[in-house]
T-cell receptor, first 111, second 113 residues
Framework: GESVGLHLPTLSVQEGDNSIINCAYS??????FIWYKQESGKGPQFIID?????DKRQGQRVTVLLNKTVKHLSLQIAATQPGDSAVYFC??????????FGKGTMLLVSP | DTAVSQTPKYLVTQMGNDKSIKCEQN?????MYWYKQDSKKFLKIMFS???????INETVPNRFSPKSPDKAHLNLHINSLELGDSAVYFC????????????FGPGTRLTVT
């Protein structure tokens, strides 16, 4: 399958659990952060974003937390569903019209 | 009513050939991008165009030449293909030059043999 040989960090959860995916970013001057979800064979899809003047933002079943002190971003997914299985990327605004993407975390949700 | 579309979805070709990938967006955005995703899923910006003008070129070999005939299209032409060019190429678009929410196409899987 597509995951063979990828060696992405993987988070395995049971359906109904809450999931937390973490991301460390590199540029302390970044002022905008975004989480994307990429399902197998598809392009990245926007989940939620946050600006550096906030430390928390909530969407539908998702929450993003930003800790600028330690340059850490997390994505929390409540009541994880099998359809949430995908690779999740964080990205930061690293300059003019540029998003720098993190390495990705694979989320596997078992029924 | 696809927002960002790319053709072809799959492209298999031999080393040394020249190929093009096309991208179109119907979102009315004025900024478009090309990204390369390698076998480890690492996603990296290649080019960014705003109103048909190149604004970002992230040290991509000059065998890669983007062309934007209008704001809704950004095509990628690759000359003298190499094995290392094998990857999935994504087109994306956004409104304005600030890298806010970018909408991605479905990707083109390029395999060079």
């Amino acid at each position: 399958g597509e995951s063979v040989g990828l060696h992405l960090p993987t988070l395995s959860v049971q359906e109904g659990d809450n999931s937390i995916i973490n991301c460390a970013y590199s540029n302390s001057a970044s002022d905008y952060f975004i989480w994307y979800k990429q399902e197998s064979g598809k392009g990245p899809q926007f989940i939620i974003d946050i600006r550096s003047n906030m430390d928390k933002r909530q969407g539908q079943r998702v929450t993003v937390l930003l800790n600028k002190t330690v340059k850490h971003l997390s994505l929390q997914i409540a009541a994880t569903q099998p359809g949430d299985s995908a690779v999740y990327f964080c990205a930061e605004n690293s300059g003019y019209s540029t998003l720098t993407f993190g390495k990705g975390t694979m989320l596997l949700v078992s029924p | 009513d696809t927002a960002v579309s790319q053709t072809p979805k799959y492209l298999v070709t031999q080393m040394g050939n020249d190929k093009s990938i096309k991208c179109e967006q119907n979102l009315g955005h004025d900024t478009m991008y090309w990204y390369k995703q390698d076998s480890k899923k690492f996603l990296k910006i290649m080019f960014s165009y705003n109103n048909k003008e190149l604004i970002i070129n992230e040290t991509v070999p000059n065998r890669f030449s983007p062309k934007s005939p209008d704001k809704a299209h950004l095509n990628l032409h690759i000359n003298s293909l190499e094995l290392g060019d094998s990857a999935v190429y994504f087109c994306a678009s956004s409104q304005g030059v600030d890298p806010y929410e970018q909408y991605f196409g479905p990707g083109t899987r390029l395999t060079v043999t």
